[in-house]
T-cell receptor
């Protein structure tokens, strides 16, 4: 069956360091992969997306990679700040179907 | 712009009661979605709509119904509420149904069935 796995444990890093979050998937061939940020008690907020034929995408301090051979996407936040603390969700789209991972909770400590 | 607006924010229902979760968007998006989010689980798609008058089932539609009479509104109806429907419900919209655009989510409705 289709499965999307994100870092099951919370990620704690020091301010200024680079946070790297992982999204792995099985039995799936997504045409697009998206990343969202979700704060407690709020809805997810779209950050960026990457297409299956793209290797890397950047937006300000964010970088996403997409390896369809490894079936993995990495989400990087450089020069992390306490305000980046949130849960980050990956979402995979194919054939009218968008599936979301459970998310990884990131805490950036000052 | 308000984006996607959901009401109510919180609700407690008794088993067997019914209610409607409201969702309105002001971005003229054709595509709208209802998801539920349970602790430790990814968002699960309940129903979606590709335009006014057109709806279809998602991954977990049982116990729910939807309608889409206008582009702006996409209410979710719960009939005969059950404890298994205790969850946080999110409505979302998008201008593209191909995954080429991100979804805009509402702030959610936290529902408890007792």
């Amino acid at each position: 069956s289709q499965k999307i796995e994100q870092n099951s444990e919370a990620l704690n890093i020091q301010e200024g360091k680079t946070a790297t979050l992982t999204c792995n998937y099985t039995n799936y061939s997504p045409a697009y992969l998206q990343w969202y940020r979700q704060d407690p008690g709020r809805g997810p907020v779209f950050l960026l997306l990457i297409r299956e034929n793209e290797k890397e995408k950047r937006k300000e301090r964010l970088k996403v990679t997409f390896d369809t051979t490894l079936k993995q996407s990495l989400f990087h936040i450089t020069a992390s700040q306490p305000a980046d603390s949130a849960t980050y969700l990956c979402a995979l789209y194919n054939n009218n179907d968008m599936r979301f991972g459970a998310g990884t909770r990131l805490t950036v400590k000052p | 712009n308000a984006g996607v607006t959901q009401t109510p924010k919180f609700r407690i229902l008794k088993i067997g009661q019914s209610m409607t979760l409201q969702c309105t968007q002001d971005m003229n998006h054709n595509y709208m979605y209802w998801y539920r989010q349970d602790p430790g689980m990814g968002l699960k798609l309940i129903y979606y709509s590709v335009g006014a008058g057109i709806t279809d089932k998602g991954e977990v539609p049982n116990g729910y119904n939807v309608s889409r009479s206008t582009t702006e509104d996409f209410p979710l109806r719960l009939e005969l509420a059950a404890p298994s429907q205790t969850s946080v419900y999110f409505c979302a919209s998008s201008y593209s149904g191909t995954g080429a655009a991100g979804y805009t989510f509402g702030s959610g409705t936290r529902l408890t069935v007792v």
